[in-house]
């Protein structure tokens, strides 16, 4: 059974209003949340250094070369269980994500304990940006009306980095993300107007 199967409508918490049709469903790619968001890379550099500080240490004061390293592959342990973890966490979340465009809003739906909506209705929605990656994935950060404000902890990791005070919502690490943006951006341009005041349903 799939983490949303028993919801109304696929990703969504309750049916969908007459005359609001899905434009387009999609998760995050875990590889790129693993790498982007939980900084995988980053942990690795760590306990790469961390490794060659300990061997150079270890030969500084006396150590022979491959007694140092033998020394220090105690490190290896830990550091695969960490980068594993990551690993593990980068498929939760996206597994526990979906994201949703109909022809009124954007609805993120998330949270591996406790699964939340956010619903935004394109009229809070002032304009929406685009970062694409070498392998097609990428991000859609939303920007809001100043009225709305989010909190970022609430949506992270699906936010936009580093706009803690005005936290921009964003669509993340979604493969073919050009083609989603333009058709977005088609949506945003033909949506009616309607009250521009987020909603969020946990549930």
């Known amino acids: 059974?799939?983490?949303?199967?028993?919801?109304?409508?696929?990703?969504?918490?309750?049916?969908?209003?007459?005359?609001?049709?899905?434009l387009w469903q999609g998760a995050p790619d875990w590889k790129g949340l693993a790498r982007r968001a939980l900084h995988f890379w980053l942990v690795?550099?760590?306990?790469?250094?961390?490794?060659?500080?300990?061997?150079?240490?270890?030969?500084?004061?006396?150590?022979?070369?491959?007694?140092?390293?033998?020394?220090s592959?105690?490190?290896?342990?830990?550091?695969?269980?960490?980068?594993?973890?990551?690993?593990?966490?980068?498929?939760?979340?996206?597994?526990?994500t979906i994201y949703t465009i109909t022809n009124r809003r954007v609805a993120l739906r998330f949270g591996i304990a406790l699964?939340?909506?956010?619903?935004?209705?394109?009229t809070a929605v002032t304009s929406a940006a685009l970062k694409v990656y070498a392998n097609g994935t990428g991000d859609i950060p939303l920007t809001l009306t100043p009225k709305v404000r989010l909190a970022y902890l609430a949506l992270w990791p699906h936010a936009r980095p580093w706009r803690v005070t005005r936290a921009e919502p964003m669509l993340r690490c979604i493969?073919?993300?050009?083609?989603?943006?333009?058709?977005?951006?088609?949506?945003?341009?033909?949506?009616?107007?309607?009250?521009?005041?987020?909603?969020?349903?946990?549930?």
């Open 1 to 22: 059974m799939g983490e949303y199967d028993s919801d109304p409508v696929h990703g969504l918490p309750e049916s969908l209003p007459e005359g609001e049709t899905i």
């Open 44 to 71: 690795l550099l760590y306990f790469v250094g961390l490794f060659a500080w300990e061997v150079l240490s270890a030969i500084a004061g006396g150590t022979a070369a491959g007694d140092a390293v033998m020394a």
């Open 73 to 96: 592959s105690s490190l290896i342990v830990p550091a695969a269980v960490v980068l594993g973890l990551i690993g593990l966490y980068a498929r939760w979340l996206a597994r526990s």
């Open 115 to 122: 699964p939340r909506t956010m619903n935004l209705p394109f």
């Open 175 to 203: 493969p073919d993300a050009g083609r989603v943006a333009a058709l977005l951006a088609e949506a945003l341009r033909s949506a009616p107007s309607q009250p521009d005041s987020p909603e969020d349903a946990a549930g």
